[in-house]
């Protein structure tokens, strides 16, 4: 599997020895269209058919993700890896004393330029509605957001949280306040807290907004007030 003009495919030898379709009837859906074949194959390069997983039928659909359990996450990986671009405005911001408030060192400019490109690459993903329905089959995910951006680390070389947490918060940051929040390191790691008054406050004022939210809701709302995301007083 693999990704191919924006969309991520299998080739049609994977699809057949795979078990997941005959070869008849694979060559009965892409003569009449039911699948979209994106790439032929054969010719002079010996190239391979590929085909765009979303247009294989439901049934099919779950045969890929069966035998490639790890098929979205893989999928994510490269959506991000084919959509990263160096941020030339971020470039300039950190090379400049004025706007950044201080002198970086080359490394320290390239880390934090790598981690708004990547960043930005996140943001791109959540404003597109339709790409990230097909990305994770439904909303925005950040588990698996963040464990696509954490795969990618050693590959790009940023230094953003691992964790999904720390990482949605960094994400909301960066939104708010722009670069400069990359140099701050306002999110490190914390220790372990208990829940003392003004959070137990803030649990029962999302408790009993008007529309009345299950539990479940209620903690996901008080995740999106952490990180920046919803605003409760």
Known sequence: MEYYGNMWCISARELVDGGIVSQSNYQKMASRGRIDVVRRGGG????YALVAVDSLPRDYRAKVEELYPNAKLTHLVCWVRSNYEIDQSAMAFFHSREQAGLDLPPEKIKEYVVNASVLNC???LYERAATAQKMFGGKYNWD???ASIKALQMELGHTLPASTLRFRKKVNEYKREGYGC??????GNQSAR????KTERLILSLAVLPTKPYNTTTHENYLSFVCGELDVY
């Open 44 to 47: 002079a390069s010996g190239q």
């Open 182 to 187: 990359l140099i701050s390191g306002k999110f």
């Open 194 to 197: 208990k829940v003392d008054w």
């Open 144 to 146: 698996e957001m963040a």
């Open 122 to 124: 996140c943001i791109r």
